[in-house]
């Protein structure tokens, strides 16, 4: 809103300009996001708190430490998507088309994960939306996504795939295009989904990811630097940069009540709408397979369920003492806070080695 206002008066106040410049916007933008989101904090967990009276159950087979979590609300989430939404609304152009289709795709995934959140809550358990019910809602998400990002994007890349490493190199998916960015969008918000198991573990990786995802954003939507640096130019790309600021300024403020010991949980609501928002941009700035290298700590969770659970069938037998693995190295004896740290350690070391795939061609 504030920059289509400026647009109208630009002409009676030259210093309006600046709002032009998506820099400066995505500045402001992740300004507003984080204090919307520190000053509304308290507030909410206050509702929240009285609203679910009891908070977040505990699953009974986890590590003894989480059980002193009992009555923590949850459903945290909501407060980084609300600071998103208003900050967005604020400082972004919206005329853009990229960017309903991630506010589509982000909040499809938010009322999912809100009545995931609601179900646990009211049924007083760690199950919510059925499985193949929550499957199916977000692969359809992601299709209708995937059919908006072709109908925008330039023809020459409409399903196409672009190879890091390489100058300029893609594959043309034809109609598999749409099937393979549903799985990316929808296998990154069930990611993070999974990582989301410790005070913190989750937000931190996601402000990582989503720095370095407006850095490419921004890259890739403007002609000089992506032929410079051999990447895809994707024309109205850069406006989401302004998208990935207010997620950032969100969740640091997010972090300033879920850092140990949490006052908040993200919940479902949080991670599966951040998750898919992270899937879905990567989608549009033809970095689908950096996202993997970025989000190697999310891959990582993730994988470790899958081997437990495969294991376990084939075998009867664990290979992890509890999966996902943040939980294992719980069960090892390592404290909350040493993990969560330690695991920000190996998200950023990811996100370096997915960043310096743009110099790599």
């Known amino acids: 809103m504030i920059y289509h206002l400026s647009q109208a008066l630009v002409n009676e106040l030259s210093a309006l300009n600046i709002l032009k410049y998506i820099t400066f916007r995505s500045g402001a933008a992740m300004f507003t996001s984080l204090l919307i989101s520190i000053m ?11 609203l679910q009276n009891g908070g977040q159950p505990i699953r009974s087979d986890g590590p003894e430490s989480h059980f002193k979590k009992a009555g923590t609300p949850t459903m945290g989430g909501g407060l980084i998507l609300l600071s998103v ?38 049924m007083r358990n760690s199950k919510g939306v059925p499985g ?63 990582t989301d198991g410790l005070d913190g573990l989750a937000t931190g990786p996601i402000v990582l990811i989503t720095m370095s995802l407006a850095l490419i954003c921004y890259l890739t939507g403007n002609n000089i630097f992506a032929n410079y640096l051999h990447i895809y130019y994707v024309p109205h790309c850069g406006e989401l940069a302004v998208f990935c600021a207010c997620i950032i300024g969100a969740s640091l403020g997010f972090l300033w009540y879920n850092a140990p010991p949490a006052q908040i949980f993200m919940g479902d609501v949080g991670s599966l709408a951040l998750g898919g928002a992270i ?12 996202l993997l290298i970025l989000g190697g700590l999310f891959v990582m969770e993730t994988i470790s369920v899958i081997i437990q659970v495969a294991s376990f069938r084939l075998r009867g037998k664990r290979v992890f003492k509890m999966a996902p693995i943040h939980h294992h190295f719980e069960k090892l004896g390592w404290s909350e806070t040493k993990v969560v740290i330690r695991f920000w350690i190996i998200a950023m070391v990811f996100t370096i080695i997915g960043l310096s795939t743009l110099k790599i061609r």
């Open 279 to 290: 899937g879905v941009i990567s989608v549009i700035a033809k970095h689908e397979l950096v």
């Open 40 to 50: 509304m904090g308290d507030r909410m967990i206050a509702w929240l708190g009285k």
């Open 85 to 122: 939404l208003i900050s967005t609304l604020l400082w972004a152009d919206l005329n853009n088309p990229y960017l309903w289709v991630v506010l589509f795709v982000t909040y499809s995934y938010g009322m999912l994960g809100f009545l995931d959140d609601y179900r646990k809550i009211k």
């Open 132 to 194: 193949k019910m929550k499957m199916l809602w977000q692969i359809s998400t992601g299709i209708l996504a995937a059919l908006a990002i072709s109908y925008i994007s330039e023809p020459a890349q409409a399903t196409t795939l672009a190879l890091p490493f390489l100058k300029n190199t893609s594959i043309n998916l034809g109609i598999f295009y749409f099937i393979f960015a549903s799985f990316v969008i929808t296998g990154t918000s069930n990611s993070v989904n999974l």
